[in-house]
Nanobody, 123 residues
Framework: QVQLVESGGGLVQAGGSLRLSCAAS????????MGWFRQALGKEREFVAR????????YYADSVKGRFTISRANAKNTVYLQMNSLKPEDTAVYYC????????????????WGQGTQVTVSS
């Protein structure tokens, strides 16, 4: 299995930036699709972004497209989420997730999850 640990969350003013990191251990990191999700208080968990095992393909939720960038450094077993132009509605616990590269790119289910890191954007 894969163990995931997020870091980099914190408090930031609207319009500011944060970079989240997800450190992975266990099975071969590069053989997994990596994703970021978030869950705000009182809301369901929602998809934010995902990246293919090779790093070639990415996909973003409409709510963050153009503001957030997902990337990965397989040699470091790490995936990143660069968040720019942050808005108060971005406030949530952000989770890193992983699924095997053999899963469907559009509908695959994520099997492994980190503990989450809090991002708070003040207005």
């Amino acid at each position: 299995q894969v163990q995931l640990v997020e870091s980099g969350g914190g408090l930031v003013q609207a319009g500011g930036s944060l970079r989240l990191s997800c450190a992975a251990s266990g099975r071969t990191f590069s053989n997994y699709v990596m994703g970021w999700f978030r869950q705000a208080l009182g809301k369901e968990r929602e998809f934010v972004a995902r990246i293919s095992w090779s790093g070639t393909s990415t996909y973003y939720a409409d709510s963050v497209k153009g503001r957030f960038t997902i990337s990965r450094a397989n040699a470091k077993n790490t995936v990143y989420l660069q968040m720019n132009s942050l808005k108060p509605e971005d406030t949530a616990v952000y989770y890193c997730a992983a699924r095997p590269s053999t899963t469907n790119w559009y509908s695959g289910v994520y099997d492994y999850w980190g503990q989450g890191t809090q991002v708070t954007v003040s207005s």
